[in-house]
């Protein structure tokens, strides 16, 4: 299908939801980016490798969801690195690369589970994917020219 799919953007502030009070922040990627992403991309859970602006290449969890700002007509792009960040990296640029897919989004009963994106279980889930559907091929994007820094 689609992946693996490469896109970069800066780190824009997301919908407050407080993703990271519960323990999982999840940087979010402007309209600019996620109009660009194919039009039949299914929204759920990625996984793949992502970097901040000369920064190593850690493993990332994503979701694409429907965005509730444009009452779920637009998608909304929320990553979260697999690292442990010392400062917020807001205004920085973010590269990312999706390897592959999780699972589709979860069909919401109420307006709490909404609210969050990326669970603690998809984290799990994304490591699991690294260990059973990974191939050489994924891990070798982690070296790829993409993440390379540019002078
Ligand atoms: P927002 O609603 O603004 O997206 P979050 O609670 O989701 O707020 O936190 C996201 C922000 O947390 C990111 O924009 C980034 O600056 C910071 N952050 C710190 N560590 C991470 C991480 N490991 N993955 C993603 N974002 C992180
Ligand atoms: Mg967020």
Not at 25 to 36: K, Q, Y
């Amino acid at each position: 299908k689609s992946l693996p799919y490469f896109c970069r953007g800066e780190v824009i502030r997301g919908f407050g939801r407080g993703s990271k009070e519960l323990g999982i922040p999840t940087a979010n990627f402007p309209d600019s980016v996620v109009d660009n992403l194919p039009a039949d991309i299914s929204t759920g859970i990625y996984y793949g490798w992502a970097s901040l602006s000369n920064g190593d290449v850690y493993k990332m969890v994503m979701s694409i969801g429907w965005n509730p700002y444009y009452k779920n007509t637009k998608k909304s792009m929320e990553t979260h690195v697999i690292h442990t960040f010392k400062e917020d990296f807001y205004g920085e640029i973010l590269s990312v690369v999706m390897v592959g897919y999780i699972r589709p989004e979860r069909s919401y009963d109420s307006l709490g589970k909404m609210l969050i994106s990326v669970r603690p279980y998809d984290v799990i889930e994304a490591k699991v994917s690294w260990t059973t559907q990974s191939t050489p091929q994924k891990k070798l994007f982690k070296e790829d020219n993409f993440f390379t820094p540019v002078a």
